[in-house]
């Protein structure tokens, strides 16, 4: 069965705005995909759909399961998104403390929840910044800890929107690496980006999505179109 499986779907803004429109795609469990359109394509307003703040017609399925019939901490155990924007998902006082926000959520025990963050931080390379304050981080340090919060969750899609843009040389590397990693260690990863030099490192599988899909193949295949 599908990791992730979208039928139909649609979505118009309050000011009639269509920002999808029947929208239906699977992606299977270890692909790894990537989302590419153009600025206003709709692909913030896709992920919003996975984390459950916008609803639409159409159907949204996580590992066969309608995503209306998760609660919330069972969701994040499954899909895991980090948005373009790194400090609307940090919030605590310290990058230890935002690391751990999910873990201690889900009920597991202290001990539990270090090594989440310890390994979280080591795979990121976010361990020096634990004491500090995430809101005084740079850009790519906030991007790296952001990351390592939705890593302790362990989700087994990993959700990704512009995870590069704005990074400078050796972040940008830092988190590619870090995705493909994850993607070898079985992960679904989908990645929406604008940046086409990456679509071969991160994708076996592209999307193309204005509105509505456009077209999908491997990167190759997209390649030869544009
Ligand atoms: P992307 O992430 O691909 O840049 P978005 O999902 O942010 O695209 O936006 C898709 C479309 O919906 C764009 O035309 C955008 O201007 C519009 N849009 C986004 N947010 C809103 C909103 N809150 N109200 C009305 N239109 C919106
Ligand atoms: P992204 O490309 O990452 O989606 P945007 O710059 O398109 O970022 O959007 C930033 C914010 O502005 C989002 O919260 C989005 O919902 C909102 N927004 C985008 N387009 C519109 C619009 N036409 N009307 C109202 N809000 C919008």
Known sequence: I???SLSHLTYIYPNKKTALFDISFDVFPGEKIA????????????FLHLNYTFKSKGSIQINGKDISDYK?????KEIGIMFADPDNQLFMPTVFDDIAFGPLNLGLSEDEVKKRVKDAMEMTKTTDLKDRV?????????KKV??????????KILVLDEPT?????????????IIDRLNQDGITTIVATHDVNLLSELADRVIVLNERI????TP???????
């Open 2 to 4: 599908p990791a992730l």
């Open 35 to 46: 989302i590419v359109g153009p600025n206003g394509a709709g692909k913030t307003t896709l």
């Open 72 to 76: 919330n901490a069972d969701r994040v």
């Open 134 to 142: 995430p809101h005084h981080l740079s850009f790519g340090q906030k």
């Open 146 to 155: 952001v990351l390592a919060s939705i890593i302790a969750l362990r989700p």
């Open 165 to 177: 843009a704005n990074l400078d040389p050796k972040s940008k590397r830092d988190v590619l690496a």
């Open 214 to 217: 456009i077209e999908t193949g």
């Open 220 to 226: 190759r295949e997209i390649f030869s179109d544009i």
